[in-house]
């Protein structure tokens, strides 16, 4: 199964030291994995406008990450052209979202919220919609999956010891405790970041179950 992966994506999560694992464990039958040509400059490794990564190790996790990249197999139909016409929905993210609602089965991780809310208010973007049900996972439940399957206090640990939990207000809040944070606050607040996601979005996200009530218990 292919993952397309979205800029924002790549920059927090290889921040974090967890690029490679979320990647795998977000499709345990990946055969793959795709970025945009473009992604090169989004991230600084091209053109005239490098970027201040957190790390070296981060920067080089990237770098690799999109050098083993595929390139997309296929160009998708101007039926899509109009998404980049939508607020909130930059040129590079549409042609993203594109080509993984016309790849059959595969799966668009993205760390960019504001464009999967800008997609499930838009009247024209329903047929987007109803191709990519169920097959969008947003960071949040990256990590969530990462933490269920490699273990809570590894992820806690990349995450905190990585300098860069500013990156992301939802991984901030979650894991603001440093060290200290427990699992069920954490994935507790990453849960109901995810749920509130779900809703605005009207099934685009996998759906994963979840754990962990309002006040924190174990619901499973």
């Known amino acids: 199964m292919t993952v397309f992966v979205d800029s924002d994506a790549i920059i927090k999560l290889a921040s974090w030291g967890l690029l490679d694992e979320c990647v795998t464990v977000c499709s345990e039958l990946k ?19 490098p970027r201040a990564w957190p ?17 997309p197999t296929s160009v998708p139909s101007c039926e899509f052209d109009f998404l980049s016409e939508i607020p909130d929905v930059d040129a590079g993210e549409a042609l993203l979202v594109a080509q993984a609602a ?6 668009l991780l993205t760390g960019d919220k504001r464009c999967l809310r800008a997609l499930a208010a838009s ?45 992301d207000r939802s991984v901030e809040s979650a894991f603001g405790s440093g060290s200290s944070a427990l699992e069920y606050n954490a994935c507790g607040s990453l849960e ?17 179950g979840y754990r962990f009530d309002d006040s924190g218990a174990i619901t499973e």
């Open 123 to 167: 009247e024209s973007a329903q047929g987007i919609l109803h191709a990519l049900q169920g097959r969008v996972i947003c960071l949040e439940q990256a990590l969530i999956l990462l933490a269920r399957r490699w273990g809570f206090e590894n992820v806690r640990e990349r995450v905190v010891e990585s300098e860069a939990i500013t990156l």
């Open 55 to 71: 790390t070296p190790t981060a920067e080089a996790a990237a770098r690799q990450f999109v050098t083993s990249a595929n390139d």
């Open 192 to 208: 109901r970041r995810t749920q509130a996601l779900d809703r605005d979005t009207k099934g685009l996200l996998v759906q994963l």
């Open 31 to 49: 055969s793959g994995h795709v970025v945009l040509p473009t992604a090169k400059y989004q991230l600084g490794f091209a053109g005239k406008r």
């Open 102 to 107: 016309s790849t059959p089965n595969a799966l």
